[in-house]
């Protein structure tokens, strides 16, 4: 059963459901895993009050790029959105020969001064 906190956040919170362009049963059930596994971590670390939880939803919410209101540490859609993107610099990382130097080599060159 899928709670409506994770049912929300499947559907309009970072993983947008209602646009994702698969085709085949198995590509839909590959992403459907991916996202239910990712849904499960984030409400997981939203509720855990570890200096190393609080620690990664902060690294999870540089990483969606979403602002927090005063005091408010982390929400579970900017959690799921930075979560998203460290599945995919991880999978960049892992399967390419790009090193972390290259990278910030690149985003030098690609923001203004002062941005990295």
Not at 4 to 24: A, D, V, Y
Not at 34 to 63: H, P, T
Not at 64 to 69: E, I, L
Request: proline residues 3%; hydrophobic residues 45%.
């Amino acid at each position: 059963m899928v709670l409506p906190s994770s049912l929300k956040l499947l559907r309009s919170h970072g993983i947008e459901l209602e646009q994702w362009l698969q085709q085949t049963g198995e590509a839909i059930a590959r992403r459907i895993l991916v996202a239910s596994m990712a849904c499960v971590f984030v409400l997981d670390l939203q509720k855990n009050d570890s200096d190393e939880a609080i620690e990664n939803r902060k690294v999870l919410v540089r990483l969606s790029g979403r602002q927090m209101k005063h005091g408010c540490i982390s929400t579970p859609p900017a959690l799921m959105a930075g979560y998203m993107v460290l599945l995919s610099v991880t999978d960049l990382l892992t399967n390419t020969d790009v090193d972390v130097g290259k990278l910030k080599r690149i985003a030098m060159k690609a923001t203004p001064t002062g941005f990295v």
